[in-house]
């Protein structure tokens, strides 16, 4: 069974850091692709980074580049999001979500499998 479960959100100040895991289990992680996706009240979800762990490449949304990374931990089955700089704006509910490849415009439409969701609230 597909399982998806993320950790790592909380309340930080502007400017601060926070770190995202996304453990993974019940599917070989080699043969998948990892998104991180997020959802502010009254917001569509939108995507925010992917990586295909079978060839190693990563995108992220024009809002987030330079600010967050995206990792694996092969060894914990685990994808995380490193987001440094924190703003106001980035506040949401972050998902994870598995599927084959990393689609063009990281919609979250192509993506079948979702974790429970963390939330990160950034604010001084």
């Known amino acids: 069974q597909v399982q998806l479960v993320e950790s790592g959100g909380g309340l930080v100040q502007p400017g601060g850091s926070l770190r995202l895991s996304c453990v993974a289990s019940?599917?070989?992680?080699?043969?998948?692709?990892i998104g991180w996706f997020r959802q502010a009240p009254g917001k569509e979800r939108e995507g925010v980074s992917c990586?295909?762990?079978?060839?190693?490449?990563?995108n992220y949304a024009d809002s987030v580049k330079g600010r967050f990374t995206i990792s694996r931990d092969n060894a914990k089955n685990t994808v995380y999001l490193q987001m440094n700089s924190l703003k106001p704006e980035d506040t949401a509910v972050y998902y994870c979500a598995r599927n084959y490849y990393c689609p063009r415009g990281l919609s979250p439409a192509n993506f079948p499998s979702w974790g429970q969701g963390t939330q990160v609230t950034v604010s001084s």
């Open positions: 019940g599917f070989t992680l080699d043969y998948s692709a």
């Open positions: 990586i295909n762990l079978q060839v190693g490449t990563t």
